[in-house]
C-alpha cells in the first residue's frame, strides 16, 4: 500500500479517535446525570465549541514555543485556515482568521535539526494534552469537565495519527514521519551528487524531487543552483520522472518552477518544449481543481504553459493564455515578463504595432525582468531601433495591454 493509501487511512482511523473518547468519558469515567435538561445539553455543547477553538490556540502556540525554542520564528499563524478570511498583525507577526478545521504554523523549516523538527512537530499535540487536565479546575458540574477534558486530550492524540485530509493538509503526526524520511532522502542526495558526473544518472531528477519535497537541504541547494548550469538542468529535465496520481504541493511547484526555468531562456529543443507542455498541463490539471491555495497560483503556472506554447510556435494560445496573468496583480517585473511574452507571440504573427507597444511597457516596468531582454533583441532586429522602442507607449498605456 502506497504513503498516499496509508495516510487516507490514517485520515479515517483518527476520526473515530473523538467517537471514542466521548464513550469513554460519558460510560465510564464520569457519566452525566439522568435526565438532562435542554439547558444543560445547549451550555455543553458552548463549552465544547468553546474548547475547540481554545484548544485551536493552545495546539499552535504549543507550534511556536518550540519554534522560537529552535532558533526560528513564526512568519504566521493561521487560525481555523488557511485560507484566511481576517488578518491582523501582532507586531510582525501576520494571524490569520479563517472557517475551515484546524491551524497552521508558517516558518523558516531549513538550517534545523532532525530533533528540533520532531520536536516542533510534537509541541502542538502536547500542548493539547498537556492542557487537558486544567479543565478539570474550571468551576463546572463534574462531568462536564471530565468531559471537556477527554475530548481535549483526545484531539492532541487524534493529530499523533499519521493522516492526510481531504484537502492536502497532513497531522503532526504525518509530519513526523516526515522528518524521518527527511534523514534518508538527505543521505540519498549526499550520495547522489558525491557520485562523478551524477547528472547523467538516470535517477537523479527523481531522487532530488524528492529530496526537495521532503525539504532536505542538500536537495534544495541544488535545485536552486541547478539553472545556472542550463545543460545539466536540461539534462536532468529531459529524464523520465514518475508523475504521482495526487501530488503533494511542493511536488508539483518544483515540477512548475524546473519547467520554468527550462523554457525562460530561448533556443529550447523541440523535444523539450514537448515535455514541458506535458508537464505544466498535468500541473495546472491538478492546481485547477485543488484547494484556493493552489488555485491561488493559476494565473502564474498558465503563464509558464503560455511560454512553452510559444517554444513550440503555438503563437495563437500565447495571448489567450497570458489574458488572466495580465488581469491579476503582479509585481512591475512579472508583469514586465508577461507582456514581453505577448510581445514576441504578437511580433511573430506580424502585429508589429502590438508587439512594439508591449515591450514598451515591459520596459518601463523592468527592463531587467526575465525574457525581456529577449523580447527587446527580437522585435528590435526586425521593427524598430532599440531607442524608439522603450518611448512606444505614453505612459497612461502602460500596464493595460488589451489589443
Known amino acids: 500500500m502506497g504513503a498516499h493509501r496509508w495516510l487516507r487511512l490514517g485520515h479515517y482511523a483518527a476520526s473515530f479517535v473523538p467517537l471514542g473518547a466521548s464513550l469513554l468519558a460519558v460510560y465510564v469515567l464520569s457519566p452525566p446525570p439522568d435526565n438532562l435538561s435542554a439547558w444543560a445539553i445547549v451550555a455543553l455543547i458552548a463549552w465544547l465549541t468553546a474548547a475547540y477553538l481554545v484548544g485551536i490556540v493552545v495546539h ?50 531549513s538550517g534545523l535539526s532532525v530533533a528540533q523538527s520532531a520536536v516542533i512537530a510534537v509541541a502542538g499535540p502536547a500542548a493539547d494534552i498537556v492542557t487537558a487536565p486544567l479543565i478539570l479546575l474550571l468551576p463546572l458540574a463534574r462531568w462536564t469537565a471530565v468531559y471537556l477534558a477527554v475530548m481535549m486530550c483526545a484531539s492532541g492524540l487524534e493529530n499523533l495519527i499519521p493522516a492526510k485530509s481531504e484537502d492536502g493538509s497532513l497531522t503532526d503526526g504525518a509530519v513526523l514521519l516526515r522528518v524521518r524520511a527527511r534523514v534518508r532522502s538527505t543521505a540519498d542526495v549526499r550520495q547522489l551528487l558525491a557520485t562523478p558526473d ?6 537523479a531528477a527523481r531522487r532530488l524531487i524528492s529530496g526537495w519535497v521532503l525539504d532536505a537541504p542538500e536537495a534544495e541547494e541544488c535545485l536552486k543552483q541547478l539553472p ?6 536540461q539534462r536532468l529535465y529531459a529524464q523520465e520522472w514518475s508523475l504521482p496520481e495526487r501530488p503533494e504541493l511542493e511536488f508539483l511547484n518544483i515540477v512548475h518552477a524546473l519547467s520554468w526555468k527550462v523554457v525562460a531562456k530561448p533556443d529550447v529543443s523541440a523535444e523539450l518544449a514537448d515535455l514541458a507542455s506535458a508537464r505544466i498541463e498535468w500541473v495546472l490539471a491538478h492546481v485547477e481543481k485543488g484547494n484556493e491555495e493552489l488555485r491561488s497560483r493559476l494565473s502564474d503556472m498558465r503563464h509558464t504553459l503560455a511560454v512553452v506554447r ?6 495563437a494560445d500565447v ?15 512579472d508583469r514586465a515578463t508577461v507582456l514581453a511574452t505577448v510581445a514576441m ?15 514598451g511597457e515591459a520596459l518601463a516596468l523592468d527592463p531587467s525582468a526575465e525574457l525581456v531582454p529577449e523580447a527587446v533583441a527580437m522585435i528590435s532586429n526586425g521593427a524598430a531601433p532599440l531607442t524608439t522602442v522603450a518611448a512606444a507607449v505614453p505612459p497612461s498605456g502602460r500596464g493595460s495591454l488589451r489589443s
Open 228 to 233: 545556472n548550469d542550463r545543460h545539466a538542468l
Open 310 to 315: 510559444l517554444r513550440q510556435g503555438k503563437l
Open 319 to 333: 495571448r489567450r493564455l497570458c489574458a488572466d496573468p495580465l488581469a491579476a496583480d503582479l509585481s512591475p517585473g
Open 198 to 203: 551524477w547528472t547523467s544518472r538516470q535517477d
Open 345 to 359: 507571440a504578437s511580433h511573430q504573427l506580424w502585429l508589429l504595432a502590438s508587439a512594439r507597444r508591449a515591450v
Open 60 to 109: 499552535e502556540l504549543g507550534h511556536v514555543l518550540a519554534i522560537k525554542l529552535a532558533g526560528k520564528s513564526p512568519t504566521a499563524i493561521h487560525l481555523l485556515g488557511p485560507p484566511d478570511r481576517v488578518v491582523f498583525h501582532i507586531g510582525t507577526l501576520r494571524v490569520g482568521l479563517g472557517i475551515k478545521t484546524g491551524g497552521e504554523v508558517a516558518y523558516e523549516a
